[in-house]
């Protein structure tokens, strides 16, 4: 009986993905769907070595995960994790020397579904040994770092997607600048508009109800009709006010994205800022005047700093949908990682798709972790 | 009607309740006590199977524990816990019928017993039925939970700190509650708890646990006058002990026939503790003592309270 | 008497009859369309009826919804069982790193695998939506005071009964919570996924930015809106049915 039953499943999944699924699609062109490659067929002399993590892990799943034990999951789990993709580029460098310049291959299921396992039971490993925030970091880094060395040597070059991102580095680049820029700039009217509602709700309860029913009203609204309300208006006002129009003011691009990512900031961080100062207890603010400290001087140095964690929290939440929403806004002109994600989607083309997706995605995962960092620094344990 | 044979809880390395062997006869009110942390919740949990045992058996009318199915069992004890756990999204109807519900009694029959148990626990069944846990003060709530312990008329009830959430006042009223039930239905009663002088009040048979161990049972009285152990002596009373024992005897083991007499009246069934009390705020050294309809049956000296 | 002045005050219903009429209605908005955007040829959607439209979004949504809810919902009982309590970690890694993943790139991934069409939408509504409905069942199971579940245990409930006459009644508002937000996400996802051929009321959007037809872009987007408000203030409602207890 499988001791370890959450390894037991993710190594049955791999196995499955590994013997089921396409691990690279060949195809002599963008235009043709790729013929699949299983993942036996790329295994040749040393590479059968790979097994070897993952026989590992096989047996793993069948031990009391002590702390040995784990450790050794937690080794072979960020091998697979590494060797997997420096297999997929060798292969694919070595259909590459056979086949004409326009013939792509692409990472096929059995790739990610291999990965996405690895990466949980690496996950699944630390969280046994106890690791906390620091040692689950480190291991990220380490793994991170490892990947990148191989993308960097260019190892990975023949796949499709790293063909992709090689001709089209520049507008890749200028897209990520793009993304970040929406996101950030969002980011200032949404701390002084969301902020101020937030004390306000809090202070004036009778308020509370209005405000965030308004502001509940607008999230519900679907991003791309909201987006298009915004035209109209905006492109009048761009009309009427030529100096708006100068400034850069349009329908349709990056002003509409700008106004409605802070719109939808708006809610999480105005409720979480009320929240964040309600959790204070009132005994404590009222030590503090009692104390004969000026309001002002509660607020800043007693009431903020204690609800911040519940405050970051709330930033956290808008910032990773800004940078969702944000990829919606290419479809309005508004540029960034959406814009290439979107451009894939109509040239039927996953690799181009995936170019602009992952990175959307890795970018909401190191906001998230940013601000789940941040909140937990400034936590405070009750005095 | 229940009885533990070298019950052991063993958790990792830890020692929870370590062979303990004791017999609870029917129509008893056992009141198990000791210490935080004695082992004395554990061995009632491990009664209505709630917590597995490590070792030794415990069996219920007869048949181990483990021989029948848990659910069966406990719908055959009644369960009352300190923090009541009444289930909020149901009537307080609805919740005293639980069990009865669960063992398919028909509507008619349920509605009858929420209303006898209601009225039993001194509470207004018309305005209480149809109430919802919130809306009542915790004391209310924990007599509904037990109302709801009593509801299928089990042949034991299991009750681990019940009071302890209460403040003193409605502590009290819901111990001579218990104390009347008890009188009047014989039922079984397995009491937990650390307060000594509850367990005074309510026990007839008292069993003290320390660190997981059954020090001593036996009746209030032999706990006071015989203790076991300097364990036993100090925890039962200390130096209280004479005035706990005046709290645990009753008017009519000491009176002596005759008819001096001074100042009020003291009941036959008045504790020696209460008799004392009346005769210091009198200023009297003997009382009549009267029965149930107040005719004397005999008197009560100070000096026979005193040299027992 | 009393119910029915309060019904007329009731935003739920005001907001579905909004919807309604401005559904039925649109098309005979047609000369305001023209009038306020008198450069365009066509001031008014006309491809499919906004009816059509409206029902084939609400099956979408509905039905990624549905699916969504069956398996969420399970997978947090299972998950908060003593028998799921194994994979409880993983799951809230996996909901935690869904979160970060914009649905939209769900869409735009699932479309060149399956191909395009409302499968790969349903697929993807489907899928995101698990998130907020697992966190919503294992954050709802969470509110059940321990207090009252260990009362159950000991009343002699099976933990079945327990499941499903304490724990699962208590934790509803917050599950219904988690399909709520799924739902929600689901309207504004299901609007883009006309982009892949699935037909919604983001299709006059999506032709009408392509287009550079304005008017196009606003009908749809009103009716998007209204029907969006009008889905949340009903799980509102439900939801405060879910509660009617704490209210007594």
Redesign the interface.
């Known amino acids: 009986m499988p001791r370890n039953r959450v390894l037991f499943i993710l190594v049955l999944v791999g196995l499955a993905a590994a013997l089921g699924l396409a691990f690279l699609t060949a195809a002599p062109n963008r235009l043709v769907s790729g013929r699949p490659i299983a993942m036996v067929e790329t295994l040749q002399a040393a590479r059968w070595l790979i097994a070897v993590p993952g026989l590992v892990l096989a047996v793993a799943a069948f031990r009391t995960p002590r702390p040995a034990v784990c450790t050794v999951a937690a080794l072979a789990a960020a091998a697979l994790l590494v060797a997997l993709p420096w297999l997929a580029g060798a292969q694919a460098a070595f259909l590459a020397e056979q086949a004409s310049p326009a013939a792509r291959t692409s990472l096929g299921g059995a790739f990610w579904t291999i990965e996405i396992c690895a990466a949980l039971a690496l996950r699944d490993a630390l969280d046994r040994l106890g690791l906390r925030a620091p040692g689950k970091l480190s291991a990220l880094v380490v793994v991170l770092g490892a990947l990148s060395w191989l993308a960097l040597s260019g190892r990975l070059d023949a796949l499709a997607i790293t063909r992709e991102f090689l001709t089209r580095e520049d507008a890749f680049g200028a897209a990520a600048r793009r993304h970040v820029l929406l996101v950030g700039a969002a980011l200032l009217p949404t701390l002084l508009l969301g902020f101020p509602l937030g004390i306000l709700a809090h202070r004036q309860p009778r308020l509370a109800p209005g405000i965030f029913t308004t502001l509940n009203l607008i999230q519900t609204i679907p991003a791309i009709a909201l987006f298009g309300l915004l035209i109209a208006p905006l492109s009048g006002l761009a009309a009427l006010f030529p100096a708006l129009a100068r400034l850069g003011v349009a329908g349709i691009g990056v002003t509409p994205a700008l106004i409605a990512l802070t719109f939808y900031s708006l809610l999480p961080l105005a409720r979480n800022t009320a929240e964040g100062l309600a959790s204070v207890p009132a005994a404590i603010t009222e030590a503090a005047s009692g104390l004969g400290m000026r309001p002002r001087q509660i607020f800043w140095r007693v009431e903020f700093p204690l609800a911040l964690p519940v405050f970051l929290a709330g930033l956290r939440i808008a910032t990773v949908q800004a940078v969702g929403l944000a990829a919606v806004a290419a479809l309005i002109g508004a540029g960034g990682f959406g814009a290439i994600m979107f451009q894939g989607l109509f040239a039927d083309a996953l690799d181009l798709v995936l170019l602009g997706a992952l990175p959307v995605i890795a970018l909401g995962i190191v906001a998230d972790a940013f601000f789940r960092l941040a909140a937990a620094r400034f936590a405070k344990s009750p005095a | 009607m229940i009885e533990l044979d070298r019950v052991s809880k063993r958790i990792g390395e830890a020692v929870i309740v370590d062979e303990v062997s004791l017999g609870i006869a029917e129509g008893e009110l056992c009141v198990l006590i000791g210490s935080s942390g004695a082992g004395k919740s554990t061995v009632l949990k491990m009664i209505n199977r709630l917590i597995p045992l490590s070792a030794g058996s415990i069996r219920f009318a007869g048949t181990d524990v483990t021989h029948i199915p848990p659910e069966d069992l406990r719908r055959r004890m009644g369960y009352v816990i300190q923090s009541i756990g009444l289930f909020p999204h149901w009537t307080i109807a609805r919740n005293i019928g639980t069990v009865p519900e669960l063992l398919g009694w028909p509507a008619a029959r349920i509605g009858a017993r929420v209303d006898e148990l209601l009225s039993l626990l001194k509470l207004d069944p018309a305005s209480f039925r149809g109430k919802y846990p919130h809306q009542l003060s915790i004391g209310q709530q924990q007599r509904v939970g037990v109302a709801r312990a009593l509801a299928a008329d089990p042949d034991v009830l299991l009750m681990d700190e019940p009071f302890g959430a209460l403040d003193p006042l409605v502590r009290e009223e819901l111990q001579d509650e218990i104390l009347r039930l008890h009188r009047d239905s014989h039922k079984t009663i397995l009491f937990v708890t650390h307060d000594m002088d509850e367990a005074l009040k309510l026990a007839t048979r008292i069993a003290l646990m320390d660190r997981g161990r059954l020090v001593q049972a036996g009746t209030p009285a032999e706990l006071l006058a015989a203790p076991a152990t300097p364990f036993v002596r100090d925890f039962v009373g200390g130096r209280d002990r004479g005035i706990k024992l005046l709290l645990v005897e009753r008017v009519t083991q000491h009176m002596r026939a005759g008819t001096d007499r001074e100042g009020e009246p003291i009941a036959a069934d008045a504790t020696l503790h209460q008799a004392l009390s009346q005769m210091v705020s009198q200023g009297v050294d003997r009382l009549a003592v009267v029965d149930g309809e107040g005719r004397v049956i005999g008197t009560l000296h100070l000096a026979d309270i005193v040299r027992r | 008497m009393k119910n029915r002045s309060r019904a007329w005050r009731d935003p739920l219903l005001w907001s579905i009859a909004v919807f309604v009429l401005a559904v039925a209605l649109m098309p005979a908005a047609k000369p305001l369309f023209a009038a306020l955007f008198p450069s365009l040829e066509r001031p008014l959607y006309e491809q499919d009826s906004f009816a059509a439209l409206a029902l084939s979004h609400l099956l979408l949504v509905g039905a990624s919804s549905a699916a969504a809810g069956i398996i969420g919902i399970a997978a947090g009982i299972f998950v908060t069982r003593p028998a799921g309590a194994?994979?409880r970690?993983?799951v809230e890694?996996?909901i935690?790193?869904g979160?970060?993943?914009?649905?939209?790139?769900v869409l735009?991934?699932a479309?060149?695998?399956i191909g395009f069409g409302g499968e790969p939408a349903f697929i993807a509504l489907a899928l995101y939506g698990l998130l907020p409905i697992v966190h919503g069942t294992i954050a709802g199971l969470g509110t059940v005071?321990?207090?009252?579940?260990?009362?159950?245990?000991?009343?002699?409930?099976?933990p079945g009964?327990i499941l499903w006459r304490?724990e699962l009644?208590?934790a509803l508002p917050v599950i219904v919570g988690g399909l709520r937000t799924a739902t929600?996400i689901n309207?504004?996802t299901a609007?883009?996924a006309s982009?892949?051929g699935a037909p919604t009321l983001?299709s006059p959007?999506?032709i009408?930015?392509n287009g550079n037809n304005?008017a196009y872009?606003?009908q749809?987007?009103?009716l998007?809106?209204l029907m969006?408000?009008a889905l949340?203030l009903a799980f509102g409602r439900v939801i405060a049915l879910t509660q009617r207890?704490?209210t007594?």
């Open positions: 194994e994979f970690d993983i890694t996996l935690a790193i979160q970060c993943i914009p649905p939209v790139a735009a991934i479309v060149p695998l005071p321990a207090a009252v579940a260990e009362a159950a245990r000991g009343t002699g409930l099976s009964g304490v009644p208590l929600i309207v504004g609007a883009i982009t892949v983001g959007i999506i009408g930015l304005v872009v606003i749809g987007a009103i998007a809106g969006a408000i949340d207890w704490k007594a």
